[in-house]
């Protein structure tokens, strides 16, 4: 069965300063691999995904991350993060056609001033 | 990209009542699922809400607590059966775009059960 390992459940970075979550997958094949965030009270958005070619992939807000295959990761990166990037961000993969996220337990990004 | 409006946004319920939550898509989807978010923990499948057929649910997910309605391909209701405590959570619909492969959450249905 798949399943996707964030292991920094909290992490706190000053304001400006760069930013790096990981997240890792177990999956016999490449799966589709997303990041969300999710702030205070909101639903879930998508800022990045990967399913094939350029291993690193360009997402809203400054958000990027890079498809790692020989250590089956995808961690997403901030050159320099902004007080608005306090929130909880989730490492999904799915099967290619299946649609069916797996989730990881999330890393909650505190920033402070 | 999909907007997807879901029902209520919060609601406050007594135990062993039952709540139905909707969620609508502004655009015809054939794919569309629940998650459910409790507190402090991330997102599990529920269920994949088929047009025109019962709902197929994940292992720990039954119909009997958790019955789905999906009468066209751009709303499905969910219900949350015979309530208590434990069933205290967000509620997520979310859609996929078959042709981009993205997958879209609407902003969820939180739920607090006394």
């Known amino acids: 069965a798949q399943s996707v390992t964030q292991p920094d459940i909290h992490i706190t970075v000053s304001e400006g300063a760069s930013l790096e979550l990981r997240c890792n997958y177990s999956?016999?094949?490449?799966?589709?691999l997303f990041w969300y965030v999710q702030s205070p009270g909101q639903g879930l958005q998508l800022l990045l995904k990967y399913f094939s070619g350029d291993t690193l992939v360009q997402g809203i807000k400054g958000f990027e991350a890079e498809f790692k295959r020989s250590q089956s990761s995808f961690n997403l990166r901030k050159p320099s993060v902004h007080w608005s990037d306090a929130a909880e961000y989730f490492c999904?993969?799915?099967?290619?056609?299946?649609?069916?996220?797996?989730f990881g337990a999330g890393t909650t990004v505190t920033v402070r001033a | 990209s999909a907007v997807i409006s879901q029902k209520p946004s919060r609601d406050i319920c007594q135990r062993g009542t039952s709540l139905t939550i909707q969620c609508q898509v502004d655009s015809q989807v054939t794919m569309m699922f629940w998650y459910r978010q409790q507190p402090g923990q991330s997102l599990t499948l529920i269920a994949t809400a088929n047009q025109g057929s019962e709902a197929t649910y994940e292992s720990g997910f039954v119909i009997d607590k958790f019955p789905i309605s999906r009468p066209n391909l751009t709303f499905s209701t969910l219900t949350v059966s015979n309530m208590s405590p434990e069933d205290s959570s967000i509620y997520l619909c979310s859609v996929a775009d078959g042709h981009t492969g993205e997958l879209f959450f609407g902003e969820g249905s939180r739920l607090t059960v006394l």
């Open positions: 999956y016999g094949a490449t799966p589709y």
């Open positions: 999904a993969v799915v099967q290619p056609n299946d649609y069916k996220l797996s």
